[in-house]
């Protein structure tokens, strides 16, 4: 990695906090009118599977007007750029401007790829003279190949922020069917890579597609919580306000959170690094876990 390629320290960005990032195929105005009234942290700007091959370059040329409207109520602005490397130059060519805030990268398969797209954007935004660095990365997993090198891919880059698995390319990938079992261990082993390299994970076990089951859905997102999972991709605007109520904590959640925090101050001012709360031994895990319900909560900002 040379020096060239890291953010520099004035333009330093911290984590987002993203419980819902939504899907829009940047060809379809109707789609992109509205995003910024669903509620979402994130909207992706699709150049990628919802753009038929024919309608990408005008879909490309579309995109800074595209940019402006779907981050008019401050979510954050992301683009999903094509795979293949003709597809790619042009996406990047067309994503890398004022307002983007972040490029998801699906089919990610080694750190070796994220850093030659990471060289790409910072020649951009040297030529564009944009804030180096300040454009981040999400990586989509999608094949089994790339759960070898997981750990590599969340390190390979300073502009790396999270981490998703693509469940229905995933499953499509090994000749099997989005479901619980084939998607658990794939799933926790992007989670425990991004963790590990301080990114933030993403998603749930199950297929993105089944948005109009209201109550599997809420119980995965629920359930992807639990794992450890900050957040999740929507591919219709119901799913929204389902992730972002699961991906919050709730008012007893913050609660108790507030006492342990509170609580560790008065103990560690005597001395203490292991006391009792509600019957129940405190340590440095379970404050870990009170301070991320904190995060967690309403206009907080996340820290993995």
């Known amino acids: 990695m040379t020096a060239d390629t890291l953010p520099s ?22 789609f992109v009118e509205t995003a910024h009234e669903r509620g979402a942290d994130g909207v992706i700007l699709d150049l990628e599977d919802s753009v038929p091959h024919d309608q990408k370059g005008e879909a490309r040329r579309q995109v800074p007007e595209c940019v402006a409207k779907v981050g008019r109520k401050g979510a954050s602005v ?49 030529e564009r003279s944009l804030p180096m660095g300040r454009i981040r990365f999400l990586a989509q997993v999608e094949t089994p190949g790339a759960l ?10 300073p502009r790396m922020v999270a981490m998703a698995l693509g469940p229905e390319d995933f ?10 079992d084939l998607l658990l261990a794939p799933n926790l082993s992007v989670l425990f890579a991004a963790r590990a390299a301080g990114l933030l994970p993403l998603g749930f076990v199950g297929s993105i597609g089944e948005f109009s089951d209201i109550d599997k859905l809420r119980e995965a997102a629920t359930r992807a ?3 450890g999972f900050v957040g999740a991709l929507a591919i219709h605007p ?20 507030h006492r342990v925090v509170a609580a560790q101050t008065d103990f560690s001012a005597r001395g203490r690094g292991a006391f009792a709360l509600d019957g129940k031994m405190v ?21 993995v």
Request: aromatic share 6%; glycine share 2%.
């Open 9 to 30: 320290v004035e333009t330093a960005i911290s984590i987002p906090r993203w419980r819902s990032l939504l899907f829009v195929p940047t060809h379809v105005p109707r």
């Open 225 to 227: 919580r639990r794992l």
């Open 78 to 126: 992301l683009v999903r750029v094509n795979h293949g490397l003709r597809a790619l130059a042009a996406d990047l060519d067309a994503a890398v401007i004022v307002g983007v805030d972040a490029l998801v990268l699906p089919k990610t398969d080694s750190a070796e790829w994220v850093l030659e797209i990471a060289n790409a954007v910072s020649e951009l935004e040297r």
């Open 283 to 303: 340590d440095a895990p379970v404050i870990q876990r009170a301070r991320e319900i904190i995060a967690l909560a309403p206009q907080a900002k996340l820290d």
């Open 148 to 157: 070898q090198r997981l750990a590599a891919i969340a390190l390979a880059h």
């Open 238 to 257: 119901t799913q929204v306000a389902i992730f972002n109520e699961a991906f919050s904590s709730s008012a007893q959640e913050l609660e108790w959170a």
């Open 171 to 180: 499953s499509a990938a090994v000749g099997g069917s989005p479901e619980f």
